[in-house]
């Protein structure tokens, strides 16, 4: 075995980052259903990862009983708050990793730990 084939490629960015990006989304639809829901608005017909998906109240009101509990203003704030950090946490900790890496931080013993923690990951 020479050099050349023992010396792995890393992984693009993009492909990290949409990895990130999905367990992100997950994350906040599932934040999303045990904090927000049936506090901030109610729906009849709820399911766990796509009651992050609008709109959250269905019509006609008087058939489902759905209802905003919050201004729907407030509702809809609080959701695009959830979006925006679902997109940039995952920019963001790649960012980090990026500039931990050069500066030395995580290394130790020649190997970065987040290195380490995405070999295993992926």
């Known amino acids: 075995m020479n050099a050349q084939t023992s010396i792995r490629k890393p992984i693009p960015w993009f492909v990290v980052y ?30 766990p990862v796509l009651d992050f998906l609008p709109p959250f109240v269905h019509e006609p009101l008087a058939m489902t009983g759905d209802r905003f509990i919050a201004s729907p203003i407030i509702v809809y704030v ?37 290195t380490f923690i995405g070999e295993i990951i992926f």
């Open 18 to 47: 949409i990895a990130l990006l999905l367990s992100s989304f997950l994350t906040s639809a599932l934040l999303w259903h045990l904090l927000i829901e049936d506090v901030l608005y109610y729906c009849s017909d709820s399911a």
């Open 78 to 114: 609080v959701w695009g708050v959830f979006v925006i950090s679902s997109f940039l946490l995952p920019a963001i900790a790649i960012r980090s990793k990026k500039c931990w890496l050069q500066t030395g931080v995580l290394a130790a013993g020649g190997i970065s730990l987040l």
